[in-house]
């Protein structure tokens, strides 16, 4: 049973930062591309970042040079690492293994 468990939401002033873990389990996660998301009230889930099984990456226009992604095969974890926080960015947050979801994690960002 596959399992993505994300955890490091919380409740941040604007300008602060904050690191998301998801912890996969029940897959070779060697073989997948790690993705977030998000989703902010009465709006739609909406892409945030991706890192491939090969490292690269990609970004949604409104985080590029404020989020990082970044994987460790090791630990089975995907990281997003979140830096220089608006309100705007206060939303649940997913990750994503391709077809698999987590459950999200709450990030709240205060003005």
């Known amino acids: 049973q596959v399992q993505l468990v994300e955890s490091g939401g919380g409740l941040v002033q604007a300008g602060g930062s904050l690191r998301l873990s998801c912890a996969a389990s029940?897959?070779?996660?060697?073989?997948?591309?790690m993705s977030w998301f998000r989703q902010a009230p009465v709006k739609e889930r909406e892409f945030v970042a991706r890192?491939?099984?090969?490292?690269?990456?990609d970004y949604a226009d409104s985080v590029k040079g404020r989020f990082t992604i970044s994987r460790d095969n090791a630990k089975n974890t995907v990281y997003l690492q979140m830096n220089s926080l608006k309100p705007e960015d206060t939303a649940v947050y997913y990750c994503?293994?391709?077809?698999?979801w987590g459950q999200g994690t709450q990030v709240t960002v205060s003005s």
């Open positions: 029940g897959l070779v996660f060697t073989n997948y591309h």
């Open positions: 994503n293994a391709e077809i698999y």
């Open positions: 890192i491939m099984w090969s490292y690269s990456t």
